[in-house]
């Protein structure tokens, strides 16, 4: 992105800091970036924490229409913005653009946190006022949350690559392909996980739970690595990953990091949510959802039964999306399910084929539905596979991108003549030279 650019998202990143979260973590009236850089306290170092976890749910909603429209998932149907039905499906000869809400506002919000994490590295680094082991948690945290940041603007650009090299806004680095983008990210992960062998973790997190700790956020660093793994089809290190992580065949599907949302002064409410049978801006659930669904899956209440059928534009869907039902609902960063499902992908890929059934059957009775009797092939199982991640982590963020890692973009519906699958979104206009 051009420098003038960059520099906007540090003033928004400094602004997060201080403004983002109802957390108070000291009084830092007056303070500067420059100031709390030079030798920052550890309340001052919580609060760019603090900052830095709070600024992961900006235009997430946005994030989740992206990857669930273009994937076929869902619609957002809304009276004042018609790009939802337009763009991101072609509808109408329409094409993606480089200068639309839907990619330069999440793009930027995901690196305004890349910021937020560089800054909080070098605070993190210059403070006299931390032990060593308080140092290395607040930089292990930075790392692995500005890996996962910088994956998500990749899930959206893929070969249109990223820049990973943001920390002089004088001196960008260049963009560079996904699969330079993607081992870049992973050994910004693997220098968080060193950082967590170190750590003596003394700010709070919102969203993490019994993960808040070195040893559970080093759990969370290889939950990530593992998706990680899987996306470059590193599939022994995946299982590697996995064994480090929070990963349990037996676990609670929910078990994870969530981003948290509430009603308090300063706070962020979950804006994908919108109340069932709504009329004007909702989210639909695409017909296929239910059309494909085997009977008796509980999944399907995750889309549910509205009043009346809800049309757009050639478009309709007799459900809504039902995933998120409230305005502070959590969403998953990663979960344990999808572990689950990340297990049975590299097993199946290892030609583990009785490994990877096991943990499929383990996602198909969880929801209700007889073990899988189907062939015992690892083509079979892949499609096995990647029906269940379909519904297990409907919304969640991944089914464009797994059918785009198997190049089956192609089996996805076109709802109406002239729609397009888009493969990835174009750089936005901020990143042309």
Known sequence: MKKSVYLYLL???????????????GDLNDATVQSFISNA????????????????????????????????????????????????LGGGGATLSNSNFYITNPWASRYTVVKNCNILIQAATNSTQITAAQRSGYIGFAQTIKAYQLL??????????????????????????????????????????????????????????????????????????????????????????????????????NLGVFDVFGTGLGDQLNTFFIPQNQTGEIRV???????????????????????????????????????????????????????ILLYAEANIQNNDLSDGVNAINIIRTGHNLAAYSGAMTQSALITEMLNQ???????????????????????????RPGDQVWTEFPLPVSEQQ
């Not at 900006?58 to 989740?64: K, P, R």
């Not at 059918?403 to 076109?414: E, M």
């Open 41 to 88: 306290s550890a309340s001052e170092l919580n609060n760019l924490v603090s900052g830095t976890e709070s600024g992961l749910r900006t235009n997430l909603s946005l994030y989740l229409d992206d990857i669930g429209i273009i994937g076929r998932e869902m619609y957002h149907f809304s009276n004042s913005e018609p790009r939802y039905v337009t763009d991101l």
């Open 285 to 339: 659930a695409h017909p296929s959802f239910a059309e494909d669904i085997e009977p008796g899956d509980d999944r399907i209440n995750k889309a549910t039964l509205r009043i009346a059928v809800a049309s757009l534009d050639g478009l309709s869907s007799d459900r809504d999306v039902w995933v998120y039902t409230s305005s502070t609902a959590p969403v998953p960063i990663i979960r344990n399910e999808e572990l």
């Open 389 to 415: 991640k379909r519904y297990s982590l409907y919304c969640e963020g991944h089914r464009w991108l797994d059918l785009r890692r198997y190049n089956l973009l192609s089996s996805l519906p076109i709802d």
């Open 152 to 253: 998500m603007n990749l899930n959206l650009s893929d070969s249109n690559g990223i820049r990973i090299n943001v920390n002089d806004p004088n001196n960008l680095g260049p963009i560079v392909t996904n699969v330079t983008a993607l081992a870049a990210i992973s050994s910004l992960l693997d220098s968080g996980l060193s950082s967590f062998n170190n750590a003596d973790i003394v700010f709070t997190l919102a969203g993490f739970g019994n993960f808040s700790n070195a040893q559970g956020l080093a759990q969370f660093n290889r939950a990530l690595a593992a998706r990680l793994d899987v996306y470059q089809q590193n599939w022994s290190a995946a299982l590697t990953d996995l064994g480090q992580s929070f990963f349990s065949l037996t676990g609670d599907f």
């Open 11 to 25: 003033s928004i990143g400094a602004i997060l800091v201080f403004n983002s979260c109802a957390k108070d973590y």
